[in-house]
Structures are given as C-alpha cells and as structure tokens.
C-alpha cells in the first residue's frame, strides 16, 4: 500500500466551531475516526453532548437576535453565498482528498461532490435575490401581501455518505433565508466538515451565523433535537433515526424536514435501450460505493429479456473496478466505516441464503483488509427476501423478473420505501402511466439520476417527510407572515350597537 494516499496535512484532532472559534468538548471527550482502508485511528475528533450544543445554540441565538446576518439584504447575503461557492470551488481537489480519504469514496466521485457542493450554494445565492413572493388584491376591498422571514436557528443533522456535499445542501438554503445554524455532522466522517469554518470566515459570514459540533448522534444529535431554542431541524439518514428525532421533536413542535433511507427500484422492460439501461443501473447501485440514498437497488426486469440482462449486468459488474479510494481509476472504493462493513456483508450472507448469487459475494480478491465488499449481484430475488425489502446501503443489487406492467408496478411498490424510481421502456405512454403509479419522490424515466436543482427532493412511505429543493427548500427555512389591509369599509357586523 503506497503513502501517496494520505492527504498532507492531516489534522491530528479536529474541534467543535462555536462562535467564530475552534472549541474542544467542555468535558474533553473525543472519539476516534478511522481510515476505511486500514481502519487504524488517524484523528480524533471532538465528542459533543449537551452542553456544547447550549453553546453552540446560545451562540446562533445571539448571531439571529442581535447580528447582522438575518437583517442583510438578499443581494448582500447572496454576495457572501457566492463567495463561499467560489472558495468551494477553488478548494474542489483538497476537498476531495479529504472526503475520499476519510469516507472511502473513490476520489473522481468525490471531486464531483465537492462541485456539486459549490453549485448548491451558487443556486441558492441566485434564487434568494429572484425570491418574489404572493401579493393578492380584492379591488376597492384589500390588499394581502407576504412577509418572508427567517426562523431562527436551525439544526442540521447530516450522514456520512457524501458527507460535504450533504452539508451544502443544508446550509445553502438555511443561511440564503437569514437563519443561523448549528450543524452535526455524521460521526463517521468529521473531516470534510471541519473546513467550512475557514471557508466561511473567508467568505465574510459573520460570526455565530455557522456553529458545527461533532459527536455522537444520541449525545450531540439528540441534545440539537431537543434544544427548545432549535424550532427547525432539517435531518438526513436512516428512517428508523427519523422516527425516533420526529418523537423528540414532537413536544416542541419542530418544523421538521426528513430525508430518510431507500430500496428504489429500476424497472427495465423489453422495449428498452438494453445496453444503456444496463450501463445506468450498474452506475445507479455500484457509485458512490451503493452508499447512496436514491441507489437503485432493486432491479426489476421484464421476463422476455431477463436470462440476457442478468447474464450481461452480472458480466460487468465482475469487471467494476475496486481499488484505492485515492486512485483515479478506482469506481468502487471501501465502505465508510467496520460498522457498516459488517451489516452490508452480513446481508450478502443472508442474499446467499434468499436467491442466486450471479457476482461478487464477499471481499474482492487482493483486498485482504479495510472495508472492501465486492460488487454483489443477487438474481431470482423473491419479493418478500429481506435483500429485497431491506436498506443495504452498499454495492449489493437484487434482480427480479416480472411479466406485466401490473407485475411490474406491484413489485415495485412493495416495499416500505419510496425514494425513487428508475423506468426504462420506449413506450411513451407506459412510462408515464407507470411514473404517476409508482410510489416514489422522485422517478427518473430512461435516465439514471441526475437533478435539476430546482426540482423538488423528497421521498414518500417510509423515505421522508416534506420537500426541499428549489424554492421549496426555502419555504421551509421560512415562515411566511399573511399581512392583510383593508382598504374599504370595516368589514365587520357591529356588535354592541347603540
Ligand atoms: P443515521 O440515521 O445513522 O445518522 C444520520 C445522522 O443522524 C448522523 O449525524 C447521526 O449522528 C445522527 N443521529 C443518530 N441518532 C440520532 C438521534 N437519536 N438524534 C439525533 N441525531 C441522531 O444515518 P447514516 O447511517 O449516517 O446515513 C445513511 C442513511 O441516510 C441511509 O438510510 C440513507 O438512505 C440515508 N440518506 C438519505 C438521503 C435522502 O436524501 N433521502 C440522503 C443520504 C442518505
């Protein structure tokens, strides 16, 4: 193993970011971060509870009450939101050498993350200073306007995947609208996070507006949830942590915003580009090392093709090729963490028990360490087995025949999770038929995933409450105050008359 993979410049302890300055823990905790490749400990980062969460909050609170930053003009704050894109950019290599080295992502993907990362903030820097907002006259009677304003604080609550570009997709939004925020980044992968401080502060966002606290999610996560001076908490990760952060919220009525897990299907009829649809869903399952939330996992395919498909998609996935998440020529890196290593081979085990094994199956050959899961194929999979109905969350994909479109839309719904939907057939009509059928956020016909910004983002079932994206995304960072003025006669029964 060369040492041109670590990144120069490694910090030996990355800290909390409260208040403009760089904090350990008030009690001194840490936690271990590990290198996927060897996962030896290569830093140490802070471990925020409670009371560095009230600092953190305490902090954002003051920067809301009495700062600049929520009274600035749009153009301004959207000047600040460019800024902060531009230096993204500018540090789009070193970005990406730290969130390859320390989640295992293969480093072209990462390096597109850390633009894509940059380009969220340029699209929310733009959209704030086109924002116009509802106005509704009843002639001679009223006028009602719109006041836009921002929350408060909000608290962010990010996952390890993608980890920096997840981040932006939160923190554009939140700070574009005037609000403050603290972020929890996931405890797997602190690395890239710990760089929007000097990013900021280079960019000119006043001090207080960003606070960041490591830790774990039941310690720092739970005490942002539960922190009465949070009123929103934008959250991304397992739906089972949704369900447990919505409880906690609950008696504080939050807004909440959840982007939660998925088992999306991809559904490929006989009618399709065969060659292009198998290119998309080996790209859709095997990217981003299948640690990806819209991650078409389910491969549901048309029974007059199916021997042909499986035979070829089994064939390419042999030839995806693992390495070194720092080698260019890498398309499957190593899983994030030992934790998540054991629960995606423990569920290889469990296909090997529930269907066909047509590829992989276990730790590739010459990976003897880290946490290297060879792209796995399952054919045959039986809609109730668990690899069909459960997240995996890694390069594990479950093919399934079906025979009719009613086959088709029946297997697809049969899960608990509706993230997205990938269809592939020629037929006009059937694809849009199947796209308003299918129970899914977001459904993407012949065509792997690739977004438009100001679409909206968002699952159905157990995928996700609410939407974001575009101008939804700032609907939610806002409240919007009717103001309503008569212009006529008082337009009311008179009580009480004389
Ligand atoms: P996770 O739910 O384990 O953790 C996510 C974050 O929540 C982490 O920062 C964690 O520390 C924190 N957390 C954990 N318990 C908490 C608690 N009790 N209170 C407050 N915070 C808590 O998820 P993960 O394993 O980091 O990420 C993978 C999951 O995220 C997958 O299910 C994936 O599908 C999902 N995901 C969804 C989307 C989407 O947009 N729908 C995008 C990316 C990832």
Not at 6 to 26: R, T
Not at 237 to 254: C, D, V
Not at 374 to 392: C, H, K, L, M, N
Not at 471 to 494: C, K, W
Request: net charge negative; with cysteine; hydrophobic share 40%.
């Amino acid at each position: 193993m060369t040492d041109n993979r670590i990144p120069a410049d490694l910090p030996d302890h990355i800290q909390h970011y409260i208040d403009g300055e760089f904090v350990d823990s008030i009690d001194g905790d840490t936690f271990d971060v590990l290198d996927p490749v060897t996962n030896e400990n290569y830093t140490t980062a802070a471990a925020g509870k409670k009371a560095d969460i009230d600092r953190a909050v305490a902090a954002a609170k003051r920067a809301f009450d009495e700062g600049p930053w929520p009274k600035m003009l749009p153009r301004e704050r959207s000047r600040v939101l460019h800024r902060i894109a531009d230096l993204v950019e500018s540090r789009d290599k070193r970005l990406a050498e730290l969130e390859s080295y320390d989640s295992g992502l293969p480093i072209t993907q990462a390096l597109g993350q850390a633009r894509r990362a940059a380009e969220n903030f340029r699209f929310f820097a733009d959209l704030i200073v086109a924002q116009a907002d509802d106005t509704f006259k009843v002639p001679g009677r009223q006028i009602n306007y719109v006041n836009r304003k921002p929350i408060g604080v909000a608290g962010l609550i990010t996952p390890w995947n993608t980890p920096f570009m997840l981040e932006s997709w939160k923190l554009g939004p939140a700070l574009a609208t005037g609000n403050t925020v603290v972020l929890k980044p996931a405890e797997f992968t602190p690395l890239s996070a710990s760089l929007w401080a000097g990013i900021f502060e280079e960019a000119g966002l006043p001090k207080g507006v960003f606070n960041l606290v490591n830790g774990l999610g039941e310690d720092a996560g739970d005490a942002l949830v539960k922190h009465p001076d949070v009123p929103l908490i934008s959250f991304t990760g397992e739906s089972r942590t949704g369900q447990i952060i919505f409880a906690n919220a609950a008696p504080y009525l939050k807004g909440l915003s959840m982007e939660l897990g998925g088992k999306s299907p991809a559904v490929v009829f006989a009618d399709a580009d065969l060659d292009a649809a198998i290119n998309a869903t080996i790209f859709g399952v095997f990217s981003l090392n299948g640690e990806r939330c819209t991650a078409g996992s389910r491969i549901l395919v048309e029974r007059s093709i199916y021997d042909e498909f499986v035979e070829k998609y089994a064939a390419q996935a042999k030839r995806v090729k693992v390495g070194f998440p720092h080698d260019p020529s890498t398309e499957v890196g190593a899983l994030v963490h030992p934790e998540h290593y054991d629960k995606v081979m423990s569920y290889v085990e469990i296909g090997k028990t529930e269907a066909r094994l047509v590829a992989g199956g276990g730790r590739p050959d010459g990976f003897e360490t880290g946490n290297y899961v060879a792209p796995t194929v399952f054919a045959d999979v039986s809609p109730d087995a668990r690899i069909f109905q459960e997240e995996i969350f890694g390069p594990v994909v479950a093919i399934t025949p079906f025979d009719t479109d009613e086959d088709a839309l029946e297997l697809a719904n049969n899960t608990r999770y509706g993230l997205a939907a990938y269809i592939w057939t020629n037929d006009l009509k059937r694809a849009h038929n199947f796209a308003g059928n299918v129970e899914a956020g977001m459904v993407w016909l012949n065509s792997n995933n690739v977004r438009d910004l100001r679409t909206p983002f968002g699952g159905v079932k157990a995928s996700g409450l609410g939407h974001e994206g575009g101008y939804r995304s700032i609907d939610f960072y806002t409240d919007q105050q009717a103001v309503h003025i008569n212009l006529g006669e008082v337009h009311n029964p008179v009580f009480g008359k004389q």
